[in-house]
């Protein structure tokens, strides 16, 4: 996969963390099945809410659609923090002092039962401390740092303000929080995922759910049509892939993001960076057999509005260059996440009067700790019928103020791609090269048409199988994405991710 190019990119995109772990092999369902806890989602919420459940001899099923761990936790960045840029100033602002403390004490709590699920287990993934930093280059946010500072110091985290980091070049203002930390999160998840079979817990791959049928037993349906019965379900799916009560998709927007894993000359200092303004630029290290890389990361905007996807990757090859003296770019990935309105997680009851349906979603690309939190909030509310931070998680709350200006933006973007889809009227046998795809239109109909490196042309139906809004293709990782609620599909038309459940059609 990783072929190189002189001073340039990897051809083909693939996670540091993909690469460097074995593809699962566990089996998908094949017939009916009862369980205490059904779990819709094999990443980082669905398989430490499954490892917290069993550990209290509660039977879980996890199903996931592909492989589990292969979502957005296998192309994550990583980083196990607290500091999430400018959050706890937000917080206060739009909410309250209170939310502030317990978003605070879930992510710091959440560090710490990593560390110790990781010290307990003997696992081994690269965990540990580093100090996380946010920095600014421009002057008007030196301001916002400083009230971040303390708006974070009066929520309960430690900060220090700095107007210099380690990193190569020089900052307007910083602020660093320490004890926090970074792992490889597939080597993570995988062992944790390994001691969740037996005793009557299963994990089945290839699997996905396409229905759920509520009652005091809710029986969640696969795709080859059979039966998980179970008193409780949770949604770990990323986007809830049942949608009836919450109305996720009028709530929920997915950003991508992008990352390249970079062997520099010279020693990386250590520590965890984020900028506090755009463009965004997120730097870590990683231990590799071959000494270490550096991860940099940024250049998000939100799925299918990204233009030509591949510029965000030469930006960041720019920047990495700009910055280090760069041997070798080993790898290229890009993932996406969602972010609520309000830009706080929900994790809970799905809706205030459904006690047995819960979910876990809106991370807005935090969810190493937001995950981890989210499954010690389920796991209480199920086995001691409350928690700590059930009311700044709360899937149900609407907060006019902190959400409006997102809610009528982002809609009004739905409401945009439903009827839009930039329309080439040359037909793609015309002047299609190898490696190009577009939407074109043949015998009046709009298809979206993608021609291979072998010249072979791809023909899709672009109408999202979710809602209908218009496709859009996406250069870089050679698929078609949906800008309305992120679903994603290959140029052959199967779905990658997202809420979509049925593949577009072939044309
Ligand atoms: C570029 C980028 C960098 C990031 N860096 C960081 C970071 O440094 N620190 C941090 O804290 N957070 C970070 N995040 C956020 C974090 O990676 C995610 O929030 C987190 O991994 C989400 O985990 P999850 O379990 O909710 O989703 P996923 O890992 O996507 O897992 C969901 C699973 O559900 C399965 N699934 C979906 N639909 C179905 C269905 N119908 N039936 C069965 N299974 C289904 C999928 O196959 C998938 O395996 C980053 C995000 C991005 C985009
Ligand atoms: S219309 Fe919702 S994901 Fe495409």
Not at 95 to 108: G, I, L, V
Not at 159 to 167: E, K, R
Not at 319 to 343: C, P
Not at 424 to 441: H, K, M, S, V, W
């Amino acid at each position: 996969m990783n072929q190189t190019i002189e001073k340039g990119l990897p051809q083909l995109p693939e996670s540091y963390w993909m690469a460097t772990t074995p593809v699962t092999d566990y089996p998908s369902l094949e017939s009916d099945i009862e369980t205490d806890v059904a779990i819709v989602g094999g990443g980082l919420v669905g398989i430490t809410l499954a490892w917290f459940l069993k550990k209290e001899g509660v039977k879980v099923i996890v199903i996931d659609a592909d492989r589990i761990g292969q979502g957005t936790t296998g192309h994550t960045t990583a980083k196990i923090t607290s500091q999430h840029s400018l959050i706890y100033d937000r917080i206060i602002t739009k909410f309250s002092r209170e939310k502030a403390m317990q978003y605070a004490s879930a992510n710091e709590t959440a560090i710490r039962t990593i560390s110790e699920i990781i010290e307990d287990n003997d696992i081994q993934c690269d965990f540990c401390s580093q100090p996380a930093y946010v920095y600014t280059l421009m002057d008007e946010y030196v301001k916002k740092i400083e009230d971040e500072v303390s708006a974070a110091n009066s929520s309960g985290i430690k900060a220090v303000y700095l107007d210099s980091i380690p990193l190569p070049f020089s900052v307007k203002a910083a602020m660093r929080f320490d004890n926090q930390a970074q792992f490889h999160p597939r080597k993570y998840l995988l062992a944790l995922a390994k001691k969740i079979p037996g005793k009557g817990s299963f994990i089945f791959e290839k699997t996905k759910a396409v229905d759920l049928h509520e009652g005091a037993t809710c029986s969640v349906i696969t795709d080859k049509g059979h039966k998980i019965s179970a008193s409780r379900v949770i949604l770990a799916s990323h986007y809830p892939f049942y949608d009836r009560h919450g109305l996720y998709f009028a709530r929920l927007y997915p950003e991508r993001s992008y990352a390249l894993g970079v062997k520099i000359c010279g020693e990386y200092p250590g520590g965890m960076y984020i900028t506090a303004e755009d463009p965004a630029r997120s730097l870590r290290s990683q231990p590799d057999s071959n000494g270490e890389i550096v991860i940099i990361g940024g250049e998000h905007h939100k799925t299918g509005h990204g233009g030509n996807t591949f510029i965000h990757y030469e930006i960041l090859r720019d920047f990495s260059y700009s910055i280090y003296d760069v041997k070798q770019i080993t790898n290229r990935w890009s993932t996406q996440d969602y972010t609520t309105m309000d830009e706080l997680p929900y994790a809970g009851f799905i809706t205030s009067d459904r006690n047995n349906i819960f979910v876990a979603t809106g991370f807005g690309k935090w969810g190493m700790t937001n995950s981890t939190a989210s499954a010690m909030l389920i796991r209480d509310l199920i086995l001691k019928g409350n928690s700590p931070w059930s009311s700044v998680y709360d899937p149900s709350r609407f907060n006019p103020g902190a959400s409006a200006k997102n809610f009528v933006v982002e809609n009004a973007d739905v409401a945009k791609s439903l009827v839009s889809g930039i329309l080439n009227t040359n037909p793609p046998e015309a002047d299609l090269q190898p490696g190009e795809g577009r939407i074109t239109e043949i015998d009046d109909k709009k298809v979206g048409a993608y021609r291979d490196e072998k010249g072979k042309l791809h023909l899709v139906n672009t109408a999202c199988t979710h809602l209908g809004c218009e496709l859009k293709w996406n250069s870089a990782e050679l698929s078609w994405d949906c800008p309305c609620h992120g679903s994603r599909f290959t140029y052959e038309g199967d779905i990658i991710e997202g809420p979509a459940l049925k593949s577009i059609k072939k044309s």
